[in-house]
């Protein structure tokens, strides 16, 4: 059997955490300074192995603009019962989250997402909300991303929002957070300003526009754009406090 090597469960875990990743996102994050022959090589031995499987997809198309996206990886059965096995203290999903084609663009780029928290908030866990999209699983509100403090039962959902939803969609979403005792902080991530102005209408019953930013309670904004920028100088809000980036003031 292949001798796994730190650096493979390193990979192993990120697959599991985001249920996918694109091989841009595999040599980025983990084979850092690696030629991309030394990189191929290791994931066709880990895909021989029966631990990891590709999925050749080239080219998608996102909002009338094609991105080259090529192939993507995710663990196999096999993968993730070797990493139950390695992290027994752990209640592992074992079966393999499949991967959706019409919402590829938006799930890679949570994959990013889950990365900057990571940065953003180093003693907190963040894992893919599709982990718990089964049917036992008695949470209502599914997040994009879940991130978990330490010795603590609280927990953070953030929402990638692409795409502007319904009126009533995000009214029902919204109800089911502010019930959701669990999630004690909520971080919706916009791409455009409008979808941002939408969800803190709908929240504090006034029209939000320009600089108006009521307070909007456990629900803190950032536009995309700005997120991925410097790490120190980002501004997580929520109308009246902003997340302290790095310092930890949430989960600790």
């Given at each position: 059997?292949?001798?796994?090597?730190?650096?493979?469960?390193?990979?192993?875990?990120?697959?599991?955490?985001?249920?996918?990743?694109?091989?841009?996102?595999?040599?980025?994050?983990?084979?850092?300074?690696?030629?991309?022959?030394?990189?191929?090589?290791?994931?066709?031995?880990?895909?021989?192995?029966?631990?990891?499987?590709?999925?050749?997809?080239?080219?998608?198309?996102?909002?009338?603009?094609?991105?080259?996206?090529?192939?993507?990886?995710?663990?196999?059965?096999?993968?993730?019962?070797?990493?139950?096995?390695?992290?027994?203290?752990?209640?592992?999903?074992?079966?393999?989250?499949?991967?959706?084609?019409?919402?590829?663009?938006?799930?890679?780029?949570?994959?990013?997402?889950?990365?900057?928290?990571?940065?953003?908030?180093?003693?907190?866990?963040?894992?893919?909300?599709k982990l718990l999209g089964l049917p036992s699983q008695k949470m209502k509100r599914i997040p994009d991303i879940i991130g978990h403090g330490q010795?603590?039962?609280?927990?953070?959902?953030?929402?990638?929002?692409?795409?502007?939803?319904?009126?009533?969609?995000?009214?029902?979403?919204?109800?089911?957070?502010?019930?959701?005792?669990?999630?004690?902080?909520?971080?919706?991530?916009?791409?455009?300003?409008?979808?941002?102005?939408?969800?803190?209408?709908?929240?504090?019953?006034?029209?939000?526009?320009?600089?108006?930013?009521p307070g909007t309670g456990k629900f803190y904004f950032s536009a995309l754009n700005d997120f991925f920028k410097d790490t120190a100088n980002l501004?997580?809000?929520?109308?009246?406090?902003?997340?302290?980036?790095?310092?930890?003031?949430?989960?600790?």
């Amino acid at each position: 059997m292949l001798k796994l090597t730190q650096r493979d469960w390193l990979l192993i875990e990120g697959l599991y955490a985001n249920t996918m990743m694109s091989f841009k996102q595999i040599a980025m994050f983990y084979f850092d300074e690696r030629s991309k022959s030394t990189i191929h090589n290791r994931l066709t031995q880990l895909e021989q192995g029966g631990i990891i499987k590709r999925f050749k997809m080239g080219r998608i198309l996102h909002h009338l603009r094609e991105t080259e996206i090529g192939v993507v990886f995710s663990l196999t059965k096999l993968g993730l019962t070797l990493l139950q096995a390695k992290t027994p203290d752990r209640s592992l999903r074992i079966e393999p989250v499949p991967i959706n084609t019409s919402t590829l663009y938006h799930d890679l780029l949570l994959v990013d997402v889950t990365k900057k928290m990571e940065c953003i908030f180093p003693k907190m866990s963040f894992v893919s909300g599709k982990l718990l999209g089964l049917p036992s699983q008695k949470m209502k509100r599914i997040p994009d991303i879940i991130g978990h403090g330490q010795e603590t039962e609280k927990m953070m959902a953030i929402e990638l929002e692409l795409t502007a939803k319904s009126e009533k969609r995000y009214r029902q979403i919204l109800t089911e957070y502010r019930i959701a005792q669990e999630f004690e902080k909520v971080i919706y991530i916009t791409s455009h300003v409008s979808i941002e102005e939408k969800i803190r209408s709908l929240l504090t019953h006034k029209k939000v526009d320009g600089f108006a930013r009521p307070g909007t309670g456990k629900f803190y904004f950032s536009a995309l754009n700005d997120f991925f920028k410097d790490t120190a100088n980002l501004n997580l809000t929520n109308g009246t406090e902003n997340l302290s980036p790095v310092k930890e003031t949430l989960y600790v």
